[in-house]
């Protein structure tokens, strides 16, 4: 899929195409120096990257004042949504060239973020309304790192392939969790779980 196309899909305004073509253009130059996204996903880069990210805006809750993305690598989704407008978005990243991409993007979009170049374990709680990540952990574990960052309220929002379901039974063993699911617009099957409510249940016997 070409830019225009995703610009046809998910409605973002031309000045936020514009920048999102600066990220791309400088992922392929930073992509043949470091490993940034799997090489096989680059000629599918607006489909696979950007419009997987870009499908979260719309489920940011309303009056969201911060929004942490947990391993954010080359930045899907987290810099994205910054770049669409999402608010005082921090990036937690543990790869420093990782990082230095994230900022060299956020510096040519004229995007603000805040890159964390940390493991999330030492990251001191963010406060955050809503907690993004995609490809990072599988939901049990991702939850046990999401929850300290999020406020009162927060909520979390992660892309999630074919093993979803699998992965939310096997997570209400340790959590509680009101969950919503959303069919992804780019992976079949895959799903963007929305999950509110979250808190720590009791272990099983
Ligand atoms: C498979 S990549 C996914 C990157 C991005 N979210 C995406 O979907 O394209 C996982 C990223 O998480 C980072 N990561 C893994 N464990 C981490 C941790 N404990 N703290 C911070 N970053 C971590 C890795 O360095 C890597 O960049």
Redesign the pocket.
């Given at each position: 899929m070409g830019p225009e196309e995703l610009l046809t899909k998910s409605g973002v305004s031309r000045e936020t195409l514009e920048r999102l073509r600066l990220y791309a253009d400088l992922l392929v130059k930073w992509q043949a120096r470091i490993n940034l996204?799997g090489p096989d996903t680059v000629p599918d880069l607006w489909s696979r990257?950007m419009l997987d990210s870009v499908q979260l805006f719309p489920l940011i809750k309303v009056g969201a004042r911060r929004l942490v993305?947990?391993?954010?690598?080359?930045?899907?989704?987290?810099l994205v949504l910054a770049v669409m407008g999402a608010p005082d978005v921090h990036l937690?990243?543990?790869?420093s060239r990782?990082c230095a991409f994230l900022r060299e993007v956020a510096r040519v979009t004229e995007t603000p973020v805040t890159v964390i170049n940390?493991?999330?374990?030492q990251v001191a709680p963010l406060g955050a309304d809503v907690v993004t990540?995609?490809?990072?952990?599988p939901l049990d574990r991702l939850l046990g790192?999401a929850f300290p960052h999020l406020a009162e309220g927060g909520e979390c929002l992660f892309?999630k392939g074919r093993g979803a379901e699998d992965e939310l039974t096997a997570s209400a063993k340790e959590w509680n969790i009101t969950a919503s699911r959303v069919p992804s617009l780019t992976d079949p099957g895959g799903l963007v779980l929305h999950l509110r409510e979250v808190s720590r249940g009791r272990a099983q016997p």
């Open positions: 996204v990257h993305d947990l391993g954010s690598g080359a930045g899907f989704p987290g937690v990243e543990s790869d990782k940390k493991r999330i374990e990540a995609r490809a990072l952990a790192w892309l």
